[in-house]
């Protein structure tokens, strides 16, 4: 497979703005979780908060993947 130096700089620079993204959306969707959260006894409380280390994993895991694919594709559209 030949990669290109745009393609890879543009995959670095989607990284970049993938975990920029992140830091801008997970306060708001952890927040809105919170808020819903009808946990009543110390054990629903720490599968909560289990769940949620879960949901911020994935959040970021999608965006750097989301974000380095449209990047790369597009450091290698514009720069061959």
């Known amino acids: 497979m030949d990669y290109s ?3 890879l700089l543009g995959a670095f620079v989607g990284t970049v703005l993938g975990v920029i993204n992140y830091a ?3 306060g708001v969707i952890m927040r809105q979780l919170r808020a819903r959260n009808a946990a009543n006894s110390d ?3 720490v599968q909560f908060e289990h769940n ?3 949901v ?4 970021l895991a ?3 993947l989301i974000f380095a694919s449209v990047g790369y594709w ?3 559209t ?3």
């Open 5 to 7: 130096l745009a393609g």
């Open 24 to 26: 801008a959306i997970i």
């Open 43 to 45: 054990q629903q409380r």
């Open 52 to 54: 949620m280390s879960w």
């Open 56 to 59: 911020r994993q994935t959040v």
């Open 62 to 64: 999608l965006d750097i």
């Open 74 to 76: 597009f450091g290698r």
């Open 78 to 80: 514009i720069g061959g």
